[in-house]
Structures are given as structure tokens and as C-alpha cells.
């Protein structure tokens, strides 16, 4: 029927590549375009544009960076800069600051190696990481990518890389997520949790 | 941590306000925007506003419209034009043409009676509604609202609305969806399902 609507029709397969927009909710969220105030549909359009005019990533770690500031994290005295902590991408790198619990600097690979999805070492800033370790006195990498088979595959990629340097290299703890009963956890990771068990 | 990052705060805080994306995925679409090519980031912006430009509310039926062609609905000639499915919005209404099943034409409300959200009758297409079965000579009115408290208030009300004219007014069945079984189903749908049973 959207036929009959090909502005509509243009809008619908726009959104239809912004990501978490399940195919059943791209027409509420087109109609909720269509709905705004013009001006507030410019505003937004004009924020989307700035953001993307400002915003770039550092040079050096890959976070997002607004051109005329430094890197928060690159630049910050308070930060161990030799600590650096490897996430796929920002909202993981997000997830890690939320907890206030770490104080090192990070790296953004820009993904996880995927070669379904065409993605190899070479599309993401795995040499660059290793580059940073050469050069920066880097003393221990956190290897903190999600618990998938994609992100299991990256740490071993990245870690046959740095197993002859002079880093420590780290992944995150696998177990019982705080909270939760054993009976309602699938059982690799309870698998998990049993033969990483630590020492009380 | 967005403080040192003002562009992308900004472009954060207009996501917040676009339906189905969870507080958690905002950062991811923030940097799907940011990772676009400058080209196809003004690409999108351009086809929002050109939407908003071309597509309008009918002034007959309330759904979308191109502003140089005619309602679907309204001037087809293959529709019976005496039966209107009263939808709370267009995305409702796209659920009842993917059934292929309905042959009438529409009436978008626009909402629902919720006085929490501050909607009232007066904020909806009911006025126009009635106006219709006045002015159209409609022999049924289906009122096709969800399974909510809200759409179930705005169904009586709309029902005591109708009540003295000469127009057939129905509501879609409730009971169990097809393919489920009964020991999954909330307690609710099955007396509904019970209450409301069907002759064989």
C-alpha cells in the first residue's frame, strides 16, 4: 500500500537501515517524523548534520572526539595511560565507564572479526593497537569484547598478536551475572563459571 | 562523560525523543549517524524533510496521503466506502491491510482516550468520525482498537457516541491467537476466550 506514497515510501526504507528499528516499528517511528512541527524536524535534521561535522574519532584510540577538543581520554592526567582497555565499539566503551570502575585509557576497534559479514583484522584497528603497544610503554591490554563467538574469535586473533610482547593481556571475568539464580542461566555458562571458578 | 563531547550530547538527547529506541541503543544509533558517509547522512535528512513536505494527513480519513495524489482509501473505487475500520494510527492500520481480509476504508483517531497522558476525546478524529456516519450513509463501523485499557475506554466511549444512529457497530474478536497453546496464554485471554465463545 505505500505504493501510493513513494515520499513515504523513501522515509520508511531510510529508517529501515538505522539500526534497533524492527521492521514492525518503522512506520510508528515514520509517522512519528511526520508528525513533528516543521521546525523541530529541521532542528533535528540540523543536529544529525552538526553532530556528524564535529564529531570525528581520535587519532589515536578511536573514541569519539569533537574536533575542537582533545581526546577525553588520550588527554586526561587523572587516566593510567598505560592501561588500555579494547572494545568493539563506543556503547560498550559506555558500558564500562557507567560501572566507575576503571581508570585506564581504551582503544575502539571498530568491530569484531566477522568473515561472514566480510570483516577481517585488516577493516578494523587491530594493527594500530599493536602499533600503540610498540610505541606508548603500554603495560596491560584488557581484552573486553562481548561474550560472542565473533568477539571470542577477535581476543585470539588479537592475542597471538601481542604474545610475544611485552604486555600483559587480559579478557573479562565469564560467570554467574551478580543477581541472578543458577537455574534460570543457559548451562555453558554455568560450564563457564564452574571450570573459571575463582579462589574465595 | 558526554560532557566533553557537546555535538553528540546534543544529537543523544534528540534520539531520546524517537519511539522504540531504548536508552541502551542510543549510543549505538548515534554512532551509526556518525559513522555515515557526510554524502548519505544529508541524503536522510533530506528524504525527512522531504516527507514531511509531501505526505499529509487525508482530511476525510486521517491517513497518509501524498500531498499531489488522492487518499488510497478514499478514492478507491474497489473499496466499499460504506464500512470504516476506526484504527488508533497508521501503523495499526498497515497490520489490518497485511491480512489482506478487509475491503472498507479507514478512520485514524490519531491516540486513544488516556486521561494520564493528558488525551481527551477532543484530541482525537471522534468528532470527524461521527460526522462521517452522519454525512456518508456508513453501515458499519469496525472498531479496531488495541487490547488495552485505554483502547477499551476508547471503544465505549465511542460506542455511547454511535449508539442512536443507524449504523452497525462491531469490535474485533478476542481469544487465543492462532497457533498458541492455552497453557501459554495469560489467564485473562482465555475467559475472554471462554466468555466470548463462538457457535461452531
Same mark, same amino acid.
Given at each position: 500500500?505505500?505504493?501510493?506514497? &513513494?515520499?513515504?515510501?523513501?522515509?520508511?526504507?531510510?529508517?529501515?537501515?538505522? &539500526?534497533?528499528?524492527?521492521?514492525?516499528?518503522?512506520?510508528?517511528?515514520?509517522?512519528?517524523?511526520?508528525?513533528?512541527?516543521?521546525?523541530?524536524?529541521?532542528?533535528?535534521?540540523?543536529?544529525?548534520? +552538526?553532530?556528524?561535522?564535529?564529531?570525528?574519532? *581520535?587519532?589515536?584510540?578511536?573514541? #569519539?572526539? +569533537?574536533?575542537?577538543?582533545? *581526546?577525553?581520554? *588520550?588527554?586526561?592526567?587523572?587516566?593510567?595511560?598505560?592501561?588500555?582497555?579494547?572494545?568493539?565499539? #563506543?556503547?560498550?566503551?559506555?558500558?564500562?565507564?557507567? $560501572?566507575?570502575?576503571?581508570?585506564?585509557?581504551?582503544?575502539?576497534?571498530?568491530?569484531?572479526?566477522?568473515?561472514?559479514?566480510?570483516?577481517?583484522? +585488516?577493516?578494523? $584497528?587491530?594493527?594500530?593497537?599493536?602499533?600503540?603497544?610498540?610505541?606508548?610503554?603500554?603495560?596491560?591490554?584488557?581484552?573486553?569484547?562481548?561474550?560472542?563467538?565473533?568477539?571470542?574469535?577477535?581476543?585470539?586473533?588479537?592475542?597471538?598478536?601481542?604474545?610475544?610482547?611485552?604486555?600483559?593481556?587480559? *579478557?573479562?571475568?565469564?560467570?554467574? &551475572?551478580?543477581?541472578?539464580?543458577?537455574?534460570?542461566?543457559?548451562?555453558?555458562?554455568?560450564?563457564?563459571?564452574?571450570?573459571?571458578?575463582?579462589?574465595?
Amino acid at each position: 500500500m505505500l505504493k501510493d506514497l &513513494p515520499s513515504l515510501e523513501q522515509l520508511i526504507k531510510a529508517l529501515q537501515h538505522v &539500526p534497533y528499528l524492527a521492521s514492525k516499528n518503522i512506520y510508528r517511528v515514520g509517522s512519528y517524523f511526520l508528525q513533528l512541527e516543521p521546525h523541530k524536524l529541521a532542528q533535528f535534521c540540523e543536529i544529525l548534520l +552538526e553532530a556528524k561535522r564535529k564529531v570525528l574519532a *581520535c587519532e589515536r584510540c578511536y573514541t #569519539w572526539r +569533537e574536533i575542537d577538543r582533545d *581526546c577525553t581520554f *588520550c588527554s586526561s592526567i587523572k587516566r593510567d595511560q598505560t592501561t588500555v582497555c579494547v572494545v568493539e565499539s #563506543w556503547q560498550e566503551l559506555i558500558a564500562i565507564e557507567k $560501572t566507575g570502575g576503571y581508570q585506564g585509557i581504551y582503544h575502539v576497534l571498530g568491530g569484531v572479526i566477522c568473515p561472514l559479514d566480510g570483516v577481517g583484522p +585488516e577493516d578494523l $584497528t587491530i594493527q594500530a593497537l599493536v602499533d600503540r603497544v610498540d610505541k606508548e610503554g603500554i603495560k596491560e591490554i584488557i581484552l573486553a569484547m562481548n561474550q560472542t563467538p565473533e568477539g571470542e574469535a577477535t581476543i585470539a586473533y588479537i592475542g597471538r598478536k601481542l604474545k610475544d610482547k611485552a604486555v600483559l593481556v587480559s *579478557c573479562l571475568a565469564r560467570g554467574i &551475572p551478580v543477581g541472578s539464580h543458577l537455574e534460570s542461566i543457559d548451562r555453558l555458562t554455568v560450564y563457564k563459571a564452574l571450570s573459571e571458578r575463582r579462589p574465595f
